[in-house]
Structures are given as C-alpha cells and as structure tokens.
C-alpha cells in the first residue's frame, strides 16, 4: 500500500456467550499454611518465543520442582491464562481466595534470553516478592535492572515497540537458558524460606 492516510471499519459486535480460557493448578502446604505464592504466566502472542514460550515452559518446570518438594510452606497458585485480560478475568472470578491468602506472587515473562535480569517491585517495596527477588536477584547476576511499580507503566508506555520487537525474534531467544531460569525458581523457594 502507498503512504498515505487511511480509514479503517472495524465491524464487530459483543456477544455475551463468548468464553475465555485460563487454567490454573493449586499444590497445598505440607504444613496446612493455607498462604498462597502465586506463580503465572501467559499465552496469547503463539509466534514469539521468548515472550510466550520460555514463561509457560518454566512454569511448567516449577510446577514439577514443586510437588516434588517434601516440605512446603506455602501454597502454591500456577495461572497460565491470556495477557492482561486473562488476569483481569482470573482475578474477577478468584478475588475474594486471591486477596484473603496470596502473601507473593510473580509472572514469568520474556525469560528465555540472555538479557539482564529484571525485576519490577510491588507498590509498597517491601512485600514477600520483593524481598525474596532482590535477595535472590543479588546472588544471580551483579547489575540487576530493578523498576519500581510506576516505571512499568512507562515501560510500557514508552518502549512498546521494542518489547514486541525483540519478542519476535526467533534469534534473540535461547531455549538453554530455560534451565537456568528453573534453577533460579528454585533459588527464591530455599531463600523465600530463610527470610520468615
């Protein structure tokens, strides 16, 4: 199509019989602590790797590593759902579980490359989440990329383009690291303990 300026009619309609699918797994306590650590993930880009395929892929990992663990102090929630508005709608229908025994909670997303390690912290900074991540974070790499909770919103704002851009590409991705990644699950579950 040449440049210039042009019009679009998206003709579409709401039907109230529409579904949504998410999926999501609970592994109780060992001690009958019914405090949750709730671990997502999404699906909704199928074409991009890093963005779609290393968070699932771990998830799934830590799903095993931790019904195999003889001790746990938490509950653990594993959502897998669409981005955004499949959390929105998790949340809706789960709200009133969600906000009476979640105590941590983290999204695995964009982590099957060799970029920096990143964390956003929570609204107030001293959550379980964050202590456990920036204790952990600390051990695992030497110049993490830490944001606060505003500077997601410019992040997502600003740098949009660039976040599907690298996400796309096949090449930036490297399934080795997957391994890695578990590790470091494994890595916030023996320090998450140690912090009480």
């Given at each position: 199509m040449p440049d210039g300026e042009y019009h679009a009619f998206i003709d579409s309609e709401f039907k109230d019989d529409g579904e949504l699918n998410y999926a999501h797994i609970i592994?109780?306590?060992?001690?009958?602590?019914?405090?949750?650590?709730l671990i997502s993930s999404y699906l909704c880009h199928p074409?991009?790797?890093?963005?779609?395929?290393?968070?699932?892929?771990v998830w799934s990992e830590l799903i095993r590593w931790v019904r195999n663990l003889k001790h746990r102090e938490y509950?653990?929630?594993?959502?897998?759902?669409?981005?955004?508005?499949?959390?929105?709608?998790?949340?809706?229908?789960?709200?009133k579980t969600l906000k009476e025994n979640v105590v941590?909670?983290?999204v695995l997303s964009c982590i099957g490359d060799d970029g920096?390690?990143?964390?956003?912290?929570?609204?107030?900074?001293?959550s379980?989440?964050?202590?456990a991540t920036?204790?952990?974070?600390?051990?695992?790499?030497?110049?993490?990329?830490?944001?606060k909770f505003i500077h997601l919103v410019y992040f997502l704002v600003f740098f949009y383009q660039?976040?599907?851009?690298?996400?796309?590409?096949?090449?930036?991705?490297?399934?080795?690291?997957?391994?890695?990644?578990?590790?470091?699950?494994?890595?916030l579950e023996i320090y998450k303990t140690h912090l009480r």
């Open positions: 592994i109780s306590s060992t001690t009958g602590n019914t405090k949750e650590i074409q991009m790797a890093n963005n779609e395929l290393s968070g699932p892929a509950t653990y929630r594993f959502v897998i759902a669409p981005e955004t508005i499949g959390s929105i709608c998790y949340i809706n229908r789960n709200f941590a909670g983290f920096d390690y990143s964390v956003v912290l929570s609204p107030d900074e001293n379980l989440s964050d202590i920036l204790h952990t974070i600390k051990h695992i790499t030497k110049e993490p990329k830490i944001y660039f976040y599907h851009y690298m996400c796309e590409e096949s090449h930036l991705f490297d399934e080795s690291l997957l391994g890695i990644r578990v590790s470091e699950g494994v890595f």
